[in-house]
């Protein structure tokens, strides 16, 4: 198999080859690594690997073989060094167990052959850490991949890879998504386990899943790796059926919100708002009733809410990291923002945090029964096309923890609602600019509802299909 012949399949097309004897694991294992280093030279997306032989994985599994890599962030890897794209780490971590996540990856069949570039801790809504450089976009090579999970977007993005793990804490798996023309899913809090070094990630913000092509692979991905562990902390509503039977479901008539405009106040450019008001006349031609609305919450106090947040969970995690090297963080091993955000986090009381998780409560109480009256919310994922490199600079020691807050969600604002109410929401490259770049729209409904995002996303591939739009930067060229 040629890495060209490999790159036209996504997930579970490269599965039914395997398993229907047309191609070896091997050839496939191959060209996916010929692949990611063919295009790594321009992407600079890998952290570490492509490893000789793929880390051990499940046969019988329903992506048995198909080649697959870990954000170098959350999720670990028995024996796998994880350096959290930060110099803090030094020669990496070494866990001697799998996360609960990673075991299931390992169940579902994927051979993971890779480790992916992060930003420093995934606080970022680009991938450019000073420990490994700047990761850039297939599409545009001088634009960002997005962030947190960037280096596994442009490998899927760039065909190396079909299929990526990905973490998402205020939109990192649906930036993204955005940026490289991806479906990115951030499931319903619990729907992942975070077990079992974790029981609820940025105070519940953060989530664990992956990057996909296609509808379809993201599907079988979530029936793969949801439902809970022992001891987690949170066990939510099973799904009424499995995912991969959303695919071509018709959901009935839903009635759904449309909203345009920018909760931060700040400016849309006019391609993607014109994006999504394309998929809204798309949506109400297949049945559905579209209708502009939108929850309405303080911007202001929402950010002033994260930041507490974030900032004690960098805190504890850069504490403890350096506590085990016998390290003093600073700033020969920490980027600016970073450490400032971390000396904040610090001298948070238990009041102030309190009273951000009091906030958390009033924004997802309204966006509850706001869901009561819509079925589902259609937003632009970002504000604008793919960013140039630099835009999002975590080393500008002029910026103080709350000027970088605001900068950050500024740029993501439509994204770290979902995390904070706890709800599904994915993206979707239904956008494109006039120039070529993706531009992602992303849908979320109530809680627990992956199966009618999925069903949407499945009707909206189908009406305005992107599996024929290939990258500059593409792995048919190795």
């Known amino acids: 198999m040629k890495p060209s012949e490999y790159a036209e399949h996504d997930a579970t097309g490269l599965a039914a080859l395997i398993r229907a004897g047309e191609v070896s694991v091997a050839e496939v294992h191959n060209a996916a690594r010929t692949a990611i280093e063919g295009v790594d030279q321009t992407l600079n997306a890998v952290v570490s690997g492509p490893w000789e032989a793929p880390l051990a994985y499940d046969s019988a599994g329903t992506f048995a073989g198909i080649p697959f890599a870990i954000k170098d962030f959350a999720i670990h890897a028995a024996g796998v060094p994880t350096y959290f794209g930060s110099r803090l780490a030094g020669a990496g971590v070494v866990f001697p167990h799998d996360t609960a996540l990673m075991t299931r990856f390992r169940a579902a069949g994927l051979a993971t052959m890779a480790s992916t570039t992060t930003p420093e801790f995934a606080f970022n809504g680009n991938t450019e850490p000073v420990a490994h450089g700047s990761t850039r976009n297939p599409w545009d090579p001088t634009r960002s991949a997005g962030g947190s999970s960037g280096g596994s977007a442009a490998l899927v993005a760039a065909r190396a890879l079909p299929i990526a793990h990905a973490t998402d804490g205020g939109g990192s798996i649906r930036i993204p998504a955005s940026t490289n023309g991806l479906v990115g899913l951030k499931p319903s809090r619990g729907r992942v386990s975070p077990g079992p070094g974790e029981s609820e990630p940025l105070s519940g913000l953060g989530v664990e899943f992956g990057l996909t092509r296609s509808v379809r692979d993201c599907a079988a991905l979530l029936d793969a790796v949801c439902g809970p562990v022992p001891g987690d902390k949170y066990i939510i509503r099973d799904p009424e059926r499995p995912y991969i039977n959303e695919l071509n479901r018709d959901p009935g008539r839903l009635r759904i ?222």
Request: proline share 8%; charged share 10%.
């Open 257 to 478: 919100a449309i909203h345009t405009r920018s909760w931060s106040g700040g400016p849309v450019d006019s391609e993607v708002v014109a994006a999504v008001s394309a998929v809204g006349a798309v949506l109400e031609g297949l049945g559905h009733h579209v209708a502009p609305a939108t929850p309405v919450f303080d911007w202001e106090q929402f950010i002033d809410a994260n930041l507490p947040v974030w900032s004690v969970s960098l805190a504890e995690g850069i504490g403890a990291l350096a506590a085990a090297f016998g390290t003093t963080p600073g700033p020969d091993n920490l980027e600016a923002t970073t450490l400032a955000c971390a000396e904040y986090g610090r001298g948070v009381t238990a009041t102030q945090l309190g009273g951000a998780l009091a906030v958390f409560n009033q924004v997802s109480r309204t966006v509850g029964e706001f869901f009561t009256e819509y079925d589902l919310l259609l937003t632009p994922t970002l504000s604008a096309p793919p960013q140039p490199l630099g835009e999002l600079d975590a080393n500008d020691a002029s910026l103080t923890p709350a000027q970088w807050m605001q900068k950050l969600l500024g740029v993501c604002s439509f994204t770290p609602l979902f995390n904070v109410t706890g709800g599904p929401a994915i993206s979707l490259p239904l956008g494109w600019t006039r120039s070529g770049l993706p531009i992602g729209v992303q849908l979320a409904t109530p809680m627990c509802d992956e199966g009618t995002l999925i069903a949407v996303a499945s009707q909206l591939e189908t009406a305005m299909p992107w599996a024929d739009r290939i990258p500059e930067v593409n792995a048919g060229g190795y």
